[in-house]
Every structure is written in C-alpha cells, then in structure tokens.
C-alpha cells in the first residue's frame, strides 16, 4: 500500500485555465491536462525564478518531489505547443 499523497500548497488558482492555439477547436480527447501543483511549479520555477529548492518550500514538498512535478510540468506543455493542443488547467 502506497503513501497517502502529501497535500500540495498552491499560491492561488490561475487567472485562466484553458490556454489553446488560435484557430483549434477544443476536444476534451486531444488536450493536454495540467494539474494544478504543475502549474504552480512552472510558476514558481520559471515565472518567480525561483531555486527548486525555494519553490519545494513555499510548495511544502521535498526538492526530489518538485523535481518530478516540474519535469511532468514541462513535458504536457511542451507536447502541447509541439503538437497544437490546448492545455486545460485543472485541480485532479
């Protein structure tokens, strides 16, 4: 049996959660999910310019568990912008 998930702090939601090209029709089959605590990563990391090791921080998880969410992060929006798929910001 796995751990219970340990509960991520996020700063405040996004001010949009739908992010698409212009001229792409959403399909809820061909858009790419981003979690809330993914967002907040690349926020914090790229946005903020924030250390790793300062965003696990004011995200309350470990710097190995950041790592993990941020490179996750990263891969769906750059699948995204590859591919020209919306990106849908969600809580799960």
């Known amino acids: 049996m796995s751990r219970q998930k340990k ?3 996020i700063q405040g939601p996004p001010k949009v959660s739908v992010f698409k090209p212009q001229g792409v029709k959403i399909d809820p089959h061909d858009e790419v999910q981003l979690l809330l605590e993914e967002y907040e990563s690349i926020r914090l990391c790229d946005y903020e310019d924030l250390f790793q090791e300062e965003a696990a921080e004011r995200m309350g998880v470990s710097r190995p568990t950041l790592t993990r969410i941020y490179d996750r992060a990263r891969k769906k929006v750059a ?4 591919e020209g798929k919306p990106i849908v910001i969600q809580d799960k």
């Open 7 to 9: 509960a991520r702090i």
């Open 79 to 82: 699948k995204a912008f590859t």
